[in-house]
């Protein structure tokens, strides 16, 4: 219930009626899958609300926001859920030694990992 109200109350474009749901599936599909090879995000090709999302970077960025306006349990609860999946994330990809010339947010470490390519490869 509250993060419905984050995402209808929510001034950003990104965070929308059903955003969050999508951020975690689409975060979960990335970070999760089989195998053991390392993952590499890529870009949307696509600014708008539906490819934005092929970036699984920018799914990351609408779970953080939408975690930073919850109150205390509900974020609690959600943070649980994206903390399984920032530990595979952290752990199926690659750190970026030049992130900070290279990302649009590197102050924001999941964005601070290798990307490009064919995602996955």
Known sequence: ???H???RGSADYY???GATVRA???YRAFSLPSGRRPR???GAECSCRGCSFDDVRHARDV???VLRQLPARAREELGRRVAVLDAAYARRTLPDPFADG???RPDRW???RLAGGREGT
């Open 1 to 3: 219930m509250a993060v």
């Open 40 to 42: 590499y995000p890529q």
């Open 15 to 17: 965070v929308y009626p």
């Open 102 to 104: 290279r990302q649009w």
């Open 5 to 7: 109200r984050v995402e």
């Open 24 to 26: 975690l599936r689409r």
């Open 63 to 65: 779970l953080d926001d």
């Open 110 to 112: 999941w964005r601070r």
